[in-house]
């Protein structure tokens, strides 16, 4: 990938293959159609917006009552904590719809130097309805952490420990949030048994706030290490186990184009489809 060329978006390829241009690619990458819904339907903006103001809405039984946690990690004699929520970051307050697209226009799968490299960049925009919803956070004195799977790793020696955990901030700020800091951040890799399981930060969060809200993408970002050898079944149980936390506790984004939900499929995808029966 060049890096100097801007990351291009997904209606760039719509222009291709409606013959707008006089060379056509063959367009083969399985992301094509979710990032296309990503970056144009009103439906994925509405969904999004959906979830912060149900938040929102929820927001102020959520402080008021001090027996309220979100988090299954939240222990003992947690009712006079401060109030904290917990926010995934890509796909959840930032949209990386941009990257996918360039996999797509390459026709390449993820590649950590490339997300790197997108991540360096800072230019990812914010999902609909994140700005708003975690300043008002910010004003009501509840604290917002970041649990991400951005990684802390060194891009070259002698170089900061953690760029991604700057370049995150960076982004952050960009898009207008109004205060971000490192002790908000929680990345992969920043402790040594902080692996892309949440559960262990999600932990040490939990032994100094009390935990009201949390918002993701993937059941990982709600339930403790959903391992890899979980069926799609096992997985849908657990969504109705816990029903009555989604859109009161917990609260869920639309994301079609990557996540657990995809790696637990063993076998041809083909095999998961329904028809009529």
Known sequence: MNLKS???SILSITALLTGCVTTQPEITNNNFNSTLWVQTAAEYEANAIQAYNSAESNI??????KSWTAALEQGSNYSLKPP???LDIDETVLDNSQYQAQLVLDNEQFNPETWDDWI??????????AVDFINSMENLQVDVI????RECMARTVGGPECPQEEDTIDNLLKV???????EQI???????????????????????????????????DFLPDVKDDITPEERSELV???SEHWGRKWFIFGNPTYGSWESILSGPKSEYFRGLE
Do not use: C
Request: net charge negative; no cysteine; glycine share 8%.
């Open 120 to 129: 360096a960049m800072e230019s990812a925009p914010a999902v609909p309805g």
């Open 176 to 182: 207008g949030i109004v205060d971000v800091d490192p």
């Open 146 to 149: 970041y649990i991400t799977n």
């Open 60 to 65: 102020d039984v959520a402080l008021r009552d």
């Open 6 to 8: 801007t990351f291009l």
């Open 84 to 86: 904290a929520i917990i």
């Open 186 to 220: 929680f990345l992969k890799g920043e402790q040594p048994d902080w692996t892309s399981e949440k559960q262990t930060r999600r932990e040490v969060v939990a032994s100094n706030h009390r935990i009201i809200m949390l918002f993701g993408d993937d059941l990982g």
């Open 240 to 242: 109705e186990e816990y």
